[in-house]
């Protein structure tokens, strides 16, 4: 309720005094009551009603012509056009005019309904009584009677054998659709404690799909690694990788501040886990100056010359580092699966 | 025709009761109904994205037309949406109303539960209904997050690890849930299929059926009012639904559904095809979910990273207690409308709308709430923050950390004063009249501004509201001398009535005694 809805009457300036003492007399806060419809200037004036139902019927016409523009944008654009329009820069041209076409016409039938409501159907404001939603008592009673009737009827209270052993029934046969449900997956066990890292197994730089050498490791770049074997087209290599994932990096000796650090890198050539061990986003930034790698989904960070101790942010743990070493042929080789699970933590983690 | 299905689906009587059915009017009932239609845009352009979204996660090399991704290894799923978003005419549009009017629907939500909860139109007998609304938001959120990962993109997959890792923070169960949900090892051949079900079928389904029990019981209730002339607790006052109501809200549909159209068809939202698609070993910085997960994200970015290591099991509390704390504060929407029944120990209906001021207890609360989800919005966003304001991440994460229990505090009393100067400010109008703004110059020099005397209207519409007393544990000793018993659960309640309505916590109306002596007195100034 608005204030330019107020009857005139009950404006201050219209109140005859002798009236308001009255009320004030009994209950100055009494309600007065639904106020008198006030006519709007469509309901005095046919002209302007004529004006509101040609505007109707003109937002209602421009919806029309808007489907046709629709229609006409759908065939008439190339699907792939691209046209540059400010400032919305380079746009898919279908996309825009089926859009705006679309939007146009949907929004004139609203506007259109809308103003009718509003200017030429009756706005007579009603009241409607409310009903108490609970039932009287003798209508509870009469629920309730039935309802005792029902169960002595059922004899359910008189052969409580019958009760019991139906509900043992029903409580027991949603199982089978839970013991179905195993299916689902296979049981953990020890599966997120290994990944295909192994013994022997060469360290495969990512972008080349070449093995590592210790020389194309050099100081300042972070390079990542997948053990020899995995192919980018095997069935399994997104679940694999999701494990394996390794970052290389190399750090002058003097500088690798943990000494189990320095003893499983090979003259400086450290690898760590590149599974963030918050919740698992691959980690892809590296602070050469510091060796800092930083996850960008959360944005934990590790110190990589001191163990991968987290120094910032939500991990609760170190990396994994992968021991590695040279093979005959001098590339980078595992010395041994992860000494720990990768990845984010988990109950069974220990 | 009105006859013959008459005779077989009595749509007479049905009529009877509902064609002239009295809807009130006010601008905030129209949040409801943004999140009614917003819900029924994304069923129709759901259903079109069903024709041609393949929910597969068989990998293939792309050939198709958008060149930048030739030759790269794809999903099914990712392979189809660019499909939709390059080669089918128009497909791109659906796509993208489906995302604009999903965001907008929780958006909607949130804002209608609002809107519901500061006017105190939850109360009885409407307590069921806030459930299912309160239901359908937290669906809402979950049917968003699995349509967000259908696409198989790298940013949603990085979503979907994010969630896996936290489900793997569940003490005891977490790996089985983990290796259940996926079919094995994240992220496993299985996730899109699955939850593309449960994105199309299991969740709206549970919703649709919400949706229809929600407006069956806002019918049957009949819509609150806020209290003016004429209108009371007994009645509701307003316009019939045929016709004023069904143009204005059928209208009103369509106004939506072109603004959603038009949006969709200017501002991009999720390029798929910008990324590429998701591989576990990639990431590209600056992932932000839908704004609706941003608050779960704040919680678990700025929660230090505690993991606890006992007995050969480890309690992964950095990734667990935001899970935890996530539920609660959604557990806290679902439940509050039962303590403030219980608090106040009214069972009465209650059909008239309070206007915020009134209930400044209730009304600070839900802003303490409102603070503390939109503080951890703000931290989900720490790293944009950070690079767009040149702050330290450190600095931001901290102020979070502080902000998040000292900033719902602080809005807590801060609403509430202003609640109570506002209470103040209606009782002085009444008693007094309103300020005219014209300065008047009495014969002794003293200069004062004219008050106006307020109409009846306004004296009703200004002193209609209830206050409640607060509620007393009572004597120890009942009327025969025997000691009472007080458990004390009474006694938590009365100390809770007393913050919500003791002295204080509520600006007492003035009464027609006191508006009498002053109006008498002075007459009108
Ligand atoms: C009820 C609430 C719903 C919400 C909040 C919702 C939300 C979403 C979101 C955010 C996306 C990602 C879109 C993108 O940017 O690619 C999506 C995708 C999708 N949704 Fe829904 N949706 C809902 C219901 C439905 C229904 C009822 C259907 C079908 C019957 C459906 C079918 C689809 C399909 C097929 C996709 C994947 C297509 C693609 O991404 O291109 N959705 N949904
Ligand atoms: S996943 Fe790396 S910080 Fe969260």
């Not at chain 1, 919305?88 to 041209?93: N, T």
């Not at chain 2, 519901?116 to 806030?130: C, D, L, Q, S």
């Amino acid at each position: 309720m608005s204030s330019q809805e107020i009857p005139e009457k009950n404006l201050p300036s219209e109140q005859d005094t002798a009236h308001g003492a009255v009320a004030v007399a009994e209950d100055p806060f009494a309600d007065p009551g639904l106020p008198p419809h006030k006519p709007r200037i469509q309901d005095i004036d046919e002209r302007a009603a004529k004006r509101s139902e040609r505007t109707v019927a003109l937002l209602f016409t421009l919806s029309m012509l808007a489907t046709i523009g629709f229609i006409a944008s759908f065939v008439a654009f190339p699907v792939d056009k691209l046209v540059y329009v400010w400032p919305l820069g380079h746009v898919s041209a279908t996309n825009l005019s089926l859009g705006l076409t679309l939007g146009i016409a949907l929004f004139c039938i609203g506007a259109g309904a809308v103003h009718w409501a509003r200017t030429l159907m009756s706005d007579h404001e009603v009241a409607d009584d409310r009903h108490a939603i609970e039932a009287t008592p003798e209508v509870k009673a009469k629920v309730m009677a039935d309802f005792a009737d029902g169960a002595r009827e059922s004899v359910i209270g008189r052969r409580p054998l019958i009760r019991n052993t139906m509900f043992g029934a029903l409580a027991m046969v949603p199982l089978s659709g839970v013991v179905l449900l195993r299916e689902l997956g296979p049981l953990p066990e020890k599966k997120l404690f290994h990944t295909s890292w192994d013994k022997g197994k060469q360290l495969i730089n990512m972008n080349t799909n070449e093995p590592l050498r210790p020389e194309d490791v050099v100081v300042g770049s972070l390079t990542f690694a997948k053990p020899e074997g995995l192919e980018e087209d095997d069935h399994e290599f997104n679940n694999k990788i999701a494990k394996d994932a390794l970052m290389i990096v190399r750090i002058q000796p003097e500088d690798i501040k943990d000494k189990h650090e320095l003893e499983w890198s090979h003259e400086g050539i450290v690898a760590f886990s590149k599974i963030c061990t918050h919740v698992g986003c691959p980690i892809s930034l590296y602070e050469q100056q510091t060796h800092h790698v930083l996850c960008p989904c959360h944005q934990s960070t590790f110190d990589l010359s001191d163990g991968a101790r987290v120094i910032f942010g939500p991990a609760g743990h170190a990396l994994p580092q992968l021991r590695i070493g040279v093979n005959n042929e001098g590339f980078l080789e595992a010395l041994g699966d992860f000494p720990e699970p990768v990845g984010p933590a988990f109950w069974e983690r220990g | 025709m009105a006859d013959w299905a008459d005779g077989r689906l009595g749509i007479y009587s049905l009529a009877k009761a509902n064609m002239r059915k009295i809807f009130p009017d006010h601008w905030s009932f129209m949040l409801g109904e943004i999140c009614l239609y917003s819900f029924i845009i994304i069923i129709l352009t759901g259903v079109y994205l069903t024709l041609f979204f393949h929910p597969s996660m068989n990998e293939i090399v792309y050939h198709g037309s958008y060149v930048p991704m030739h030759g790269i290894r794809m999903t099914e799923a990712y392979a189809s949406t660019l499909e939709i978003s390059f080669d089918v005419r128009g497909g791109l549009l659906i796509r993208q109303i489906h995302h604009w009017a999903a965001v907008i629907f929780i958006a909607g939500m949130f804002v209608h539960m609002m809107r519901v909860f500061f006017t105190g139109a939850f109360r009885k007998p409407r307590e069921i209904n806030w459930l299912f609304g309160f239901l359908l938001f937290v669906l809402g959120m979950f049917t968003g997050f699995t349509g967000y990962s259908l696409p198989d993109d790298l940013l949603s997959g990085t979503g979907v690890r994010f969630t896996q890792g936290a489900i793997l923070a569940t003490p005891v169960v977490g790996t089985y849930i983990s290796m259940f949900l996926f079919g094995g090892e994240f992220p496993g051949h299985d996730m899109v299929a699955r939850f593309y079900s449960i994105h199309i079928l299991l969740l709206p389904g549970i919703m649709l059926g919400l949706v229809v029990a929600h407006l069956i019981l806002v019918f049957y209730h009949k819509h609150t009012q806020f209290p003016g002339p004429g209108r009371t607790n007994k009645n509701v006052v307003g316009m019939p639904l045929l016709p004023v109501y069904m143009a204005k809200a059928g209208g009103f549909f369509f106004l939506v559904f072109g603004v959603i159209a038009a949006i969709a068809g200017m501002f991009t939202i999720n390029p798929v095809w910008a990324l590429g698609p998701y591989r576990p070993d990639q990431v590209s910085t600056g992932a932000q979910p839908d704004w609706y997960m941003g608050f779960a994200e704040g919680l678990i970015r700025v929660m230090p990273g505690w993991e606890i290591n006992l007995w050969g099991h480890t309690l992964v509390l950095g990734v667990f207690i935001p899970l935890v704390v996530f539920g609660l504060m959604l557990v806290a929407i679902a439940v509050y409308p039962f303590i403030e029944s219980w608090i106040t120990g009214d069972k009465r209906e209650h059909h008239l709308l309070d206007r915020p001021r009134n209930a400044p207890t209730r009304t600070a609360l839900g802003v303490a709430w409102v603070t503390g989800y939109m503080v951890m919005l703000l931290g989900g966003g720490n790293d944009i923050f950070a690079t767009h304001f040149h702050m330290s991440l450190n600095a931001i994460t901290w102020f979070v950390r502080i902000a998040f229990f000292v900033g719902p505090v602080v809005a807590f009393i801060v609403t509430k004063r202003i609640c109570m100067g506002l209470q103040r400010r209606d009782a002085d109008k009444v008693l007094h009249g309103r300020e005219s703004g014209i300065i008047k110059r009495l014969p002794h020099g003293e200069f004062v501004e004219i008050h106006e005397p307020l109409s009846q209207d306004q004296l009703y519409s200004l002193t209609a509201h209830e206050q409640y007393t607060p509620a007393e544990v009572g004597p120890s000793v009942d009327e025969n001398g025997v000691e009472r018993k007080v458990t004390r659960g009474q006694k938590l309640r009365a100390k809770l009535s007393k913050g919500y309505y003791g002295e204080g916590n509520q600006v007492p109306k003035p009464t027609a005694e006191e508006y009498k002596e002053i109006t008498s007195g002075h007459g009108h100034h």
